[in-house]
């Protein structure tokens, strides 16, 4: 027979045996969350620009700024008086510590002109490693690009040029598909408007079937040829969690669609965290399960009064 366990043991058994030890690492928990979850939005915001400005310097600025070091040299190459004005044509003597780092004799003057040529380029490189308003060129050479790029385009010359090099692109076997489908994108986020303007409204619909309602956002009006069977409809994009980037796009009347008091960004963190972010416009009292749901009461005691 297994031996019988008194009530003191029992007791024992289920109390924490260092009661002031378990308060400690209680109020230690209890602040460390808290303190995580004021520091950690602004820590993954700060890493998420830091990265995306880490991938724009390497991948745009980067390939801008060693273009230009190339001009930069070849001018100082072509026109040595210019080298000379910004002091980058080297002395006697440095010309001399230059052919003895290269273990050439004094007197070699063969191999001057590359001599010449590697001190430049070094001391080009040298002003973007050393300077970090040098290094933001690149970029600003970028964002200037874009700018003269959108004004081109607007004009008569530049629409043709624009033409012609989509209808290249689109001859293209592989690379038509991918540009058509990121062109769409492109189109609906940045040059119509109105289309964007649509999309700001944040609507709730039954889907996928009666009684579940999921919130979405009108993109616009529905098709031509679905408008005879559906009347009034509108189309209504549902995004999925946690990837609000991607869902589905449905048809549906416009009277079945219910707006929300609430932003696009305030909807995609809903569908991101998959409901757990809500807006606080649309936070409901916790329902206590003996005083029951006070929506119920309400909905009780708004029926009596229309009665």
Request: net charge neutral; charged share 20%; proline share 7%.
């Amino acid at each position: 027979m297994p031996p019988v366990r008194s009530a003191e043991a029992a007791y024992d058994a289920n109390v924490p045996s260092n009661p002031v030890k378990s308060k400690a690492m209680g109020h230690f928990q209890r602040f460390f969350l808290r303190g995580l979850a004021v520091v950690l939005p602004a820590t993954l915001t700060l890493w998420v620009l830091v990265q995306a400005y880490l991938w724009i310097d390497r991948s745009i600025a980067q390939p801008i700024n060693q273009f230009i070091q190339y001009l930069i040299v070849q001018i100082f190459w072509q026109w040595p008086e210019i080298g000379a004005w910004f002091g980058l044509v080297p002395s006697t003597e440095e010309m001399e510590n230059l052919r003895n780092a290269a273990k050439m004799s004094s007197g070699e003057v063969s191999s001057d002109a590359e001599l010449v040529f590697a001190y430049q380029q070094t001391i080009v490189n040298s002003w973007w490693n050393d300077y970090f308003l040098v290094r933001m060129i690149g970029i600003v050479v970028a964002i200037t690009a874009v700018y003269v790029a959108g004004r081109l385009v607007g004009g008569l010359v530049g629409r043709w040029a624009y033409r012609w090099f989509e209808r290249f692109l689109t001859s293209l076997p592989v690379i038509k598909k991918i540009y058509a489908w990121i062109k769409q994108i492109v189109d609906f986020l940045f040059n119509n408007q109105e289309k964007a303007m649509k999309f700001n409204r944040v609507v709730a619909v039954e889907y996928p079937r009666r009684g579940i309602w999921s919130v979405g956002f009108q993109t616009g009006e529905s098709m031509k040829s679905i408008r005879p069977k559906s009347g009034n409809s509108i189309t209504v994009f549902i995004p999925s969690s946690p990837t609000p980037f991607t869902g589905y796009t449905v048809t549906i009347p416009r009277e079945d669609a219910i707006d929300l008091p609430i932003s696009v960004e305030e909807a995609i963190g809903f569908a991101i965290s998959g409901g757990v972010l809500r807006p606080p416009s649309q936070q409901v009292p916790a329902i206590d399960e003996k005083a029951g749901d006070p929506w119920s009461r309400y909905e009780v005691e708004s029926t009596q009064e229309s009665d």
